[in-house]
């Protein structure tokens, strides 16, 4: 059957892995030929469900994408009166235990998890002839295998979606739980009015703790070209496969193609085991670190968790701005450098370099701790040089001191002001139980549901959220965010008057 059903608009495959242009595809089976006589049948099952009323208030009314065991329909809640997606299990997949287990597990999975980069599971059941399905959030947009389709990818957009995808792992790694086939048409781009907001979707293999027992021995799950070493091994997995896979997207999102590809899935996966990666030649210094960093093929030297990756992609869009307005990078949050165990070539990173001489210090000006140290030398001896003269010249101590005071002040009150400038924002995605209800943060309105709002982090202020709809009671949540990735509290349900 066709990757992308004909005659559907939307077409994001939510629980497999639609063939795209460079990918490998897998070596024909013998029952390869039977291919056409089963999709017949298939399509009939598909068109059966449409108009289909699930548990008395969900009614399909189209077919977003599928795969082989599943498909994913397009359904209105008439309860709620919302549209949804549902992922429901095909009639002749009820009888495989191993995947009714592993769909089980996703349920359990994604409706643990609470980030706004993962897709919400409202609800899940079983259909009246034993069909278990999910009931899920709609979204609007692509996934990141079709934006990337499209053309190339700005260094600045592959970052922030790369960060909210390591925000969303972060979460789930805490609940003790791996993605394990993290790729891009794993990974949604939706629009929320002016925003983008990435979505990380399909747990189904997820691995972690109890996900052993569903797993045999030497049993390899995976997408060769973001596989990490030990899994093209068939070694024991833990979360920090998840990060090689992500710094396989991100290397591919910004250089325009995957680090290692091949004819074959198995020549693909040998060199992610063997052969250095590339040099990156489109990413800027800050980025290239972090993505040979993320690709180290020894998983005790790679990045070790979700939430140091998504930090160090944030100081490259640090770097990356101060580089477009013209300002120097902050020394005092530079990347280390990988070692040689990344299996790279090695890049360039460090800019031309002019030495420091006549100065007695033995400084040759590499870098900007340096300079920021010979610069509180020089102060120390200025105001040593202060005292002595007004020990000296006693009658003149009103005199200096208060000529010292004075650019000691000017400096307190140039760091106070710039403080507020430079706090950062945390930007959750607000939803709403109706459309189009407005959103107020601290008293002024910001946007209208589904929306991404801006909330102050670290000024130790608890901020008021506020949801109003004419006919509706006004919903008040009060706010403190400590991190830029703390996810917003729930928020009640809008009520009628």
Known sequence: MADRPTGFQRTARLDSTPGRQGAEEPAPSADSSLAGASASSIEMVVSDDIGRTISG?????????????????????????????????????????????????????????????????????????GRPYMVMELLTGESLADRMERGSISEMEALQVAR????????????????????????????????????????????????????????????????????????????????????CILYEMIEGRPPFSAETPMATMLKHVRSKVPAPRRAGTETARVMLMSLRKDRSKRIQTAGRFAELIGHCIGALRALKEG???????????????????????????????????????????????????????????????????????????????????TTTTTTTDKSPKSRPFNRPLVRANVPAAKVFVDGKEQCETPCVIMVPVGDDTSHEIRLTKEGYADVVQNWKPKTVGEPLPPLPDLRKL
């Open 57 to 129: 208030r969900y009614r399909i009314t189209d077919v977003i994408g599928e795969g082989g065991m599943g498909v994913v329909y397009e359904a209105w809640d008439a309860q709620v009166e919302r549209k949804v997606a549902i992922k429901l299990v095909r009639s002749d997949s009820t009888s495989d235990r191993k995947f009714l287990s592993r769909f089980r597990r996703e349920l359990e999975i994604t409706t643990q998890l609470r980030h706004p980069s993962t897709i919400r599971v409202f609800e899940h059941g079983e259909t009246d002839d």
């Open 327 to 409: 300002r120097g990078p902050d020394s005092s949050r530079a990347i280390p450098l990988p070692s040689s165990n990344t299996g790279s070539v090695p890049i360039n990173t460090q800019p031309p370099q002019t030495s420091t001489q006549g100065m007695g210090l033995g400084m040759s000006g590499h870098s900007g701790a340096d300079r920021k140290s010979l610069v509180i030398a020089l102060g120390l001896g200025g105001l040593a040089l202060a005292v002595v003269l007004l020990l000296v010249f006693g009658n003149l101590g009103n005199n200096t001191k208060s000529e010292t005071t004075t650019p000691t002040t």
């Open 164 to 247: 909210q995808v390591a925000e969303s792992l972060s979460e789930a790694h805490e609940h003790g739980v791996f993605h394990r086939d993290l790729k891009p048409d794993n990974i949604f781009i939706e629009t929320v009015g002016v925003s983008k907001v990435v979505k990380v979707l399909d747990f189904g293999i997820a691995g972690g703790v109890d996900a052993t027992r569903l797993t045999q021995a030497g049993e390899v799950f995976g997408t060769p070209q973001y596989m990490s070493p030990e899994q093209c091994n068939g070694l024991p997995l833990d979360h920090r496969t998840d990060i090689y896979s992500l710094g």
